[in-house]
């Protein structure tokens, strides 16, 4: 039976998965983290259970097919343990990365390396207990700028004013590169803060840049039926923490403090110009300055380079396809022209933070049906590795992999843990934990443990 490999656990790499194994063929599943799920654990709301609730029985079903293999815990890519080389030497007849966009995004501002300052990536998955960097500090202040007006925007909003049981929040401040009519998260999103949001003062922002729309052909009166429809409601005082918005300004200088942390924020004031149908932002010699303590930035992510794949203008590089208009799948080296035979990516691998969980779905079962169309083509010229001899090799490097019966031992594990207190769903933050009780689970049944901690 010819074997692919699946190199991330999101819903891209997993339901991509579900169809290679349908069409009869051997999957091995890769996955950075102990724990599957990717975006559909570790970026989803925490609580929005029923969602995750829901994915979590549909990901079950995907790992009880008994030709999809699992190794967790292990990070593949050119400057990390298992590197792309040893990963071919197991003879698969295709590799499809669904690894994500797991680089962070920054704009080489001087001083953004000060304490305070963070990626939305990590801080999503910070509060969303995802090892490491649940153990990591990502503390906030009582000023937070969110740079971004997206939904992770909005998500990152609701924890530090309303879910962080450590938060000091006083004011939230949203910097907008462009103004209120570029907005881009969903009003069912923003419904959950705009409590907080002070009516005065954002009105009162859209008055101090209704030059700037209106010379670009927007209507400033016509913000609340477009973008921001909260504000049809009733005048209100905020609810504390206050919200406000801070547009046509782009960061420009961070600056920190005596103790390292970030104090002052200089921005850039913007001007709109028109750009096809849309809007582009320009800057000006105009700056300000804020003064917030913690500073996000909510404006994607990007492709990792270290995990080894050729990389192009917008990520991993792909073979441009016959039809400008269809997606590319393909991998291929720009600097040589040639393709990586059997060598494909998807989700968020393909194009960086394109979409949720159902559109990372959709793209990873297409790019499943490119892998198919490869494999079926493709002659078995040499036996792929089994998956025990894949074990072994993973252990004999000292990567401790996590197999499925592995999962099965830390869910019912964390299940029990759960109910002990009280809780719908209970997750260990950290990978040396979830090592030891894997390894106590195998004791209880007489198993020895190759698994340990770290």
Known sequence: MKTVFVVGAGPAGLFAAQKIAQAGY????????????????????????KMKFGLRKQFAKIFALPNVHYFGGVQIGNE??????????FNPSAILFTVGAQGTKKLGLPGENSKGVYSAKDFVYFYNQLPPFASQDFST????????????MVDIA?????????????????????????????????????????????????????DKLIAVGQDPSKVADETFPFLKKPAYPPQSPRLSFRFLCSPKEIHAGPDGRINR?????????????????????????????TMIFAIGDSHDP?????????GFATRPAAD???PAYQVYDPATGKDLEGVYVGGWARRASEGLVGIARHDGEVAAAEVLKFVEKAPERV????????????????????????????????EREAKARGLGFFKYSDNETMRKVICEEKAKKGETCAVSAD
């Open 80 to 89: 990390y343990p298992l590197k792309l080389e040893e990963l071919r030497q």
């Open 306 to 314: 270290k995990v080894g794949l050729p990389m192009g203008p917008e």
């Open 383 to 414: 036996a792929s590795a089994q998956v025990s001899d894949i074990q072994r090799y993973l252990e004999r490097k000292g990567l401790q992999p996590v197999n499925k019966a592995d999962l099965e031992l830390l869910d019912a594990a964390a």
């Open 324 to 326: 400008p208009k269809q």
């Open 158 to 210: 609701r924890w530090v004013m309303q879910d962080d049981p450590n938060r000091k929040t006083e004011e939230l401040i949203v910097v907008a590169r462009r103004g209120p009519f570029e907005a881009k998260f969903d009003e069912k999103e923003i419904a959950h803060i705009d409590q907080h949001l002070d009516q005065q003062q954002f009105l009162a922002e859209v008055e101090r840049i209704k």
């Open 26 to 49: 051997n999957v091995i599943v890769f996955n950075r983290d102990i724990k599957p799920g990717g975006l559909a654990e570790f970026g989803i709301y925490p609580v929005k259970d």
């Open 141 to 152: 202040g009582k000023r937070i700028a969110i740079v971004g007006m997206g939904n992770v």
């Open 265 to 293: 924020l200089t921005v850039t004031e913007n001007i709109l110009v028109k750009k096809g149908e849309g809007t582009a932002a320009k800057g000006t010699d105009q700056t300000a300055d804020l003064d917030v303590d």
